[in-house]
Nanobody, 124 residues
């Protein structure tokens, strides 16, 4: 079993930055693809970014390209999402997810484990 715990969310002004962290525990983390999704009330969970098991390949939704950066530290079993130039449209609950294969996916149903989510609120 894998446990994922997100942290780093909070309230920030538009134009500001936050760094989300997702710590994995319970079994090996290395080699598995990880991703960040976000969700606002009344809307479907949206893909934000993903990173391959090796860390050498990343994907982003168009709306965050150039502003967000995903990375992973296998020694710490942690994946990060650095979010810069935040806007009110980035306000959501952010979830990290783990997929028990090396290649990432942009589909939420392609992931096997989920964290509890962390709220990000951007004030305009």
């Amino acid at each position: 079993q894998v446990q994922l715990v997100e942290s780093g969310g909070g309230l920030v002004q538009a134009g500001g930055s936050l760094r989300l962290s997702c710590a994995a525990s319970g079994r090996t983390f290395s080699g598995y693809a990880m991703a960040w999704f976000r969700q606002v009330p009344g809307k479907e969970r949206e893909f934000v970014s993903a990173i391959s098991g090796s860390g050498g390949y990343t994907e982003y939704v168009d709306s965050v390209k150039g502003r967000f950066t995903i990375s992973r530290d296998s020694a710490k079993n942690t994946v990060y999402l650095q979010m810069n130039s935040l806007t009110a449209e980035d306000t959501a609950v952010y979830y990290c997810a783990l997929r028990k294969v090396r290649a990432p996916s942009q589909r939420w149903d392609g992931y096997d484990y989920w964290g509890q989510g962390t709220q990000v609120t951007v004030s305009s």
